[in-house]
């Protein structure tokens, strides 16, 4: 892969090699005919490929998003391209009253609220461990698990048996990465508090999962990895290449749909051969 370095928050529009998100040889089947979901990050890369599976699959969607207007917008018009409703929320899921604001507006506008997908999430590869700041690291553990709880805390009162919340974990919550430590101890954050919340909601039937991607081809790679590991990036895995976001959204779908119905507390891994036992 030819390195590409973009400056941080980079926009999906100014890569030069395209996330693949078009859905060719994607066949719908009505699996979420009449629901609502609310998806955060899904302004670019795999939350934008999970708000067009969605819509394809027959949901409306509310976009949450916190810099990039361009591009949201054009998942926006994705969504609506598939004949479904889409409403945009520029929001920091770092902020507790903009995640119950969030929630507000989806019901308001859409009408309702069945699938909450927590996916926004901030990293930035430090060489030494030593020299990550303060405040990176607060904003990593504030955008990545404080804003999944922050969301699900908000939704969880509106949500109702049958309804679900879908996380976005990553195979390095499991591996490591010598270069994301803050990043991978806060997706292991995630993958537990997945697991914890299904064992809480089992009871009301309220199902709690967890997708766990491998390498992503995703506009935070170009925007926060060194130029010397792009261009190697994820040749490590079993398939000897990167994943698409749209290789990804349908384990949401499953998640999301009857499909999954007794599916909870699982960490569905999406890495094309990367384990959590490989170094």
């Known amino acids: 892969m030819k390195a590409e370095k973009l400056p941080y928050p980079a926009k999906q529009a100014d890569m030069k090699m395209q996330p693949d998100t078009d859905f060719a040889n994607y066949k719908a089947a009505g699996k979420l005919d009449g629901k609502i979901a609310l998806i955060t990050g899904a302004d670019s890369g795999i939350g934008r490929a999970v708000a067009i599976a969605f819509a394809l699959e027959g949901a409306d ?9 361009g591009d949201a917008e054009e998942t926006k018009r994705q969504v609506e391209k598939r004949q479904r409703r889409c409403i945009l929320l520029k929001l920091d899921v770092r902020d507790p009253e903009q995640c ?5 507006r989806t019901r308001a506008e859409l009408g309702g609220l069945n699938i909450l997908v927590n996916n926004a999430a901030f990293q930035l590869a430090q060489e030494k461990f030593e020299d990550i700041p303060e405040e990176q690291i607060r904003r990593t553990f504030d955008t990545n698990i404080l804003g999944y709880i922050w969301m699900a805390q908000s939704a969880l009162p509106h949500l109702q048996a049958g309804d679900c919340i879908i996380n976005t974990g990553s195979i390095v919550g499991l591996t490591g990465n010598p270069l994301l430590v803050d990043y991978t101890a806060s997706k292991s954050a995630i993958h537990a508090f997945t697991k914890s919340l299904a064992t809480h909601l089992g009871e009301r039937n309220i199902r709690v999962n967890c997708v766990v991607p491998g390498p992503v081809w995703t506009p935070n790679i170009p925007a926060t990895m060194p130029a010397e590991e792009i261009e190697k990036f994820g040749y490590e895995v079993a398939l000897q290449r990167p994943g698409q976001p749209e290789e990804i959204a349908p384990a949401y779908v499953l998640l999301a749909s009857q499909d999954g119905s007794f599916m909870t507390g699982s960490l569905v891994h999406v890495t094309g051969g990367k384990l959590s036992s490989d170094q």
Request: aromatic share 8%.
């Open 61 to 69: 969607v509310a976009v949450l998003y916190n810099e990039n207007d």
């Open 100 to 104: 119950r604001q969030a929630v507000r």
